[in-house]
């Protein structure tokens, strides 16, 4: 089936730095979404993207669909403490179809 | 609005043995989904509902059944329990108007999951 790499795997990271991730696959996608998931919890949707190039924030958070249509990455500028947990990307080929998740991206956050 | 809600939050079964993992939605979503997450992997989709009376297999359907007889409900059941069915389960739900056009609401509202252990 379908697989989609995360990249970097998990980050520790200090109170205050930004974080940058990705997600890439090696078919065209033509929607990616993010979520992050708590310990215990299930995924939250943090940003949709629906359009190449697109560039999409939530707060702190910022998403962007690959040119490529083949990748997307996130960035959380000025990291906290409740920003760990782990950060899925999600991905699907044409409308109608299923999504397909990523491994994830654990991200730890240092005081 | 509760969500998404599953039960029980923790199973331990032995092998052999069967159970329903309840989830339920009060979002009045049409489609829904049950997935499985192993550790270090992501998401796989076992079976999902366009609407009641209508399921379909996704990834991993082996060893697992399901129904939907209500909008709001859709049980996953597992006949033999295989250790190999270890893993947390999480339900979700999305509301989709147009499956074949873009829509800005079909992205998917997961449960808090249900962690099962099968020895």
């Known amino acids: 089936g379908q697989q989609l790499n995360q990249s970097p795997q998990s980050m520790f990271i200090q109170e205050g730095e930004d974080v940058s991730m990705n997600c890439t696959s090696s078919?065209?996608?033509?929607?990616w979404l993010w979520y992050k998931q708590d310990p215990g919890e299930g995924p939250v949707l943090l940003i949709a993207?629906?359009?190449?190039?697109e560039l999409t924030s939530n707060g702190r958070l910022t998403a962007q669909f690959g040119i490529t249509r083949k990748d997307s990455f996130l960035n959380i500028s000025a990291s906290i403490p409740s920003d760990v947990g782990i950060y899925f990307c999600?991905?699907?080929?044409?409308?109608?179809?299923?999504?397909?998740f990523g491994p994830g991206t654990r991200l730890s956050v240092l005081p | 609005n509760a969500g998404v809600t599953q039960t029980p939050k923790f199973r331990i079964l032995k092998i052999g043995q069967s159970m329903t993992l309840q989830c339920t939605q009060d979002?009045?979503?049409?489609?829904m989904y049950w997935y499985r997450q192993d550790p270090g992997m992501g998401l796989k989709l076992i079976y999902y509902?366009?609407?009641?009376?209508?399921?379909d297999k996704g990834e991993v359907p082996n060893g697992y059944n399901v129904s939907r007889s209500t909008t709001e409900d859709f049980p996953l059941r597992l006949e033999l329990a295989a250790p190999s069915q270890t893993s947390v389960y999480f339900c979700?739900?999305?509301?989709?108007?147009?499956?074949?056009?873009?829509?800005?609401?079909?992205?998917?509202?997961f449960g808090p999951g249900t962690r099962l252990t099968v020895l």
């Open positions: 979700a739900s999305s509301y989709i108007v147009t499956p074949l056009a873009r829509s800005s609401t079909d992205t998917q509202y």
């Open positions: 078919s065209i996608f033509n929607t």
């Open positions: 993207l629906y359009k190449a190039g």
């Open positions: 999600a991905g699907r080929r044409d409308y109608g179809q299923n999504f397909v």
């Open positions: 979002m009045n979503h049409n489609y």
């Open positions: 509902s366009v609407g009641a009376g209508i399921t």
